[in-house]
């Protein structure tokens, strides 16, 4: 079985994941050449705007309306360089999953890897339909309100006059396809490390089940004792591999919301209130899978202890019994998912995050006024 499929393939669309089957030369150079593709447009639209941040923008509103697009953008870009460089790593955690002792041995353990697997693909649904309505939105409103009087979807500097058709088509597309695939390449690798997340919670339940049914397993429990150490290693290796997505995404989620109510409160028309607030939705979506996946899985690590003292281990014989020992005594600590090693990624971080977001927005709205 091949885990978080839908993930690996958004990723693939959007040029961050070349195939496994794509291993031939002349393959592998076309899905290079595309991949560069969606770098140089990507960048050259990050640029833009911030150019236009630098040398343009001289008041709040245009600062406002510059700036929550742009923070979206460079994170797009910053994603796509971390997965790229982290293919291997990507690569080494599927297979310490895939490998025994992770690697579920019977039916039931099959059915509760599905069951985790399907859950994540089930969310990564549900976020690729609000994204694709939010980029919709965008389009149809943009179509509707700046295409007909040769205005930009957003606020950009160009080196040159648009001003002919051709060049301003050109550079309308280019927002357009830039806005498309920088939001689902958030999606993506959003949903990807969401769901290492998610499967590292299914090595927990996969070992509660193995413990719960130590009597029936012949041999067991050592392999146990291995898979919880490989449950605490693939979660070291998620949080220092993907900590500084952790972080900008953390950091830029509060600047990006907050702008974004800026936008919202002085939006003039009910298609540009509707696309601001989806924009919005997108944004916390996105944190918070952060978080609430990271809580969950400090909640299934520390009820290892619990669980182990559900199973009848007073019947065990001594070697089992330090074997057990040796399990509660790493779960005393939790597996923690942090921001930059700081910040821990659970449902009061998100909270925080909301706070400080709509503390900032209020601080705009007194320099504005």
Known sequence: MRILKLNFKLLTIFGCW??????????????????????????????????????TVN???????????LIAMFISCCKL????????????????????????????????????????????R???????????CVVLTSLSLNFRTRKLTYRAW????????????????????????????????DTLICGL?????????????RLKNIVSYSNILRDCVHQHYHIFKLAFIVNAK??????????????????????????????????????????????????WYGNELKIKSHQMIDNIFEIEWLALDENRKKSLMIIMSRAIVPIQITCAYIVPMDLNSFMSLLKTSYSTYNLLQQIRE
């Open 18 to 55: 070349r195939p496994d089957s794509w291993s031939s030369l002349h393959k592998r150079v076309a899905y290079y050449m595309y991949t560069s593709i969606i770098i140089i447009i990507l960048n050259t639209f990050v640029l833009s705007q911030l150019m236009d941040v630098i040398l």
């Open 59 to 69: 008041n709040a509103d245009d600062f406002s309306e510059n700036f929550f697009i």
């Open 81 to 124: 360089f971390i997965l790229l460089m982290n293919r291997k790593n990507i690569i080494m955690l599927i297979g310490i999953l895939m490998k025994e002792p992770c690697r579920p041995s019977r039916s039931s353990e099959m059915e509760i890897l599905y069951k985790f697997d399907e859950s994540i693909q089930i969310n990564t």
């Open 126 to 136: 549900r976020f690729i339909c609000l994204g694709t309505v939010t980029c919709l």
């Open 158 to 189: 160009l080196p040159f006059d648009y001003s002919s058709t051709l060049l301003f088509y050109l550079m309308y597309a280019h927002q357009l396809i830039c806005l498309i695939a920088g939001g689902f390449l958030n999606i993506g690798c």
């Open 197 to 209: 997340l998610v499967h590292i919670c299914c090595q927990i339940e996969i070992l509660t089940y």
């Open 242 to 291: 993907f900590r500084l997505t952790i972080a900008i995404q953390f950091v830029t989620s509060t600047l990006v919301v907050c702008f974004s109510l800026y936008q919202l409160s002085t939006a003039t028309t009910k298609a540009k209130y509707i696309e601001m607030i989806l924009y919005i939705s997108c944004m916390l979506t996105e944190i918070f899978f952060y978080c």
